[in-house]
């Protein structure tokens, strides 16, 4: 099914939806996604070395 055709299904589903509580389900899922900037969070992400590092010295902390 391409891109096109699962977007007019969703707009069609939408525009039948009546429950409050899914509508707003959705809306605070397309908040969430719209402010969402993968360029910028990459910038401020740890390295696989570091995830390694930081896991190791956790599990070294416990008993």
């Not at 099914?1 to 007019?8: F, G, L, R, Y």
């Not at 069609?12 to 409050?20: A, F, H, R």
Request: glycine share 0%; hydrophobic share 35%; charged share 35%.
């Amino acid at each position: 099914m391409s891109v096109a055709t699962k977007k007019s299904e969703l707009l069609k589903w939408l525009s039948s939806v009546e429950d409050e509580t899914t509508i707003n389900q959705l809306d605070n899922f397309r908040k969430q996604h719209k402010t969402f900037n993968f360029k910028k969070e990459l910038e401020t992400a740890i390295t696989a070395e570091e995830l390694k590092k930081r896991t190791t010295s956790f599990l070294k902390s416990l008993e």
